[in-house]
């Protein structure tokens, strides 16, 4: 069984930074990408940055700059490091790893975390 566990979520003002942390566990042939998803209240699930495990990263439009997601595969990690943070960065951030599994044959299955509240106050 995999599962994805969070920290790092907080109360900061803007302007401000957090550290997210992910760790993932279980048995798995590999972690294909790891990424970070947010949702803040009325809104749907939007990708905020992700990282292959080769190290390729993607972010949003609304946090590039300001934003940087890592990973230790070692250590099943990813991070997101948020500097600058904005109010409009108020969320739910949700881990997201696509894993690849073997059961008579390959294949990927989507695992998400259950989240960590940011809120960013004025």
């Known amino acids: 069984q995999v599962q994805l566990v969070e920290s790092g979520g907080g109360l900061v003002q803007a302007g401000g930074s957090l550290r997210l942390s992910c760790v993932a566990s279980?048995?798995?042939?590999?972690?294909?990408?790891m990424g970070w998803y947010r949702q803040a209240p009325g809104k749907q699930r939007e990708l905020v940055a992700a990282?292959?495990?080769?190290?390729?990263?993607n972010y949003a439009d609304s946090v590039m700059g300001r934003f940087t997601i890592s990973r230790d595969n070692a250590k099943n990690t990813v991070y997101l490091q948020m500097n600058s943070l904005k109010p409009e960065d108020t969320a739910v951030y949700y881990c997201?790893?696509?894993?690849?599994?073997?059961?008579?044959?390959?294949?990927?299955?989507?695992?998400w975390g259950k989240g960590t509240l940011v809120t960013v106050s004025s």
């Open positions: 990282i292959t495990s080769g190290g390729s990263t």
């Open positions: 997201n790893a696509q894993i690849i599994l073997y059961n008579d044959d390959l294949y990927e299955l989507d695992y």
């Open positions: 279980g048995s798995w042939i590999s972690i294909r990408v």
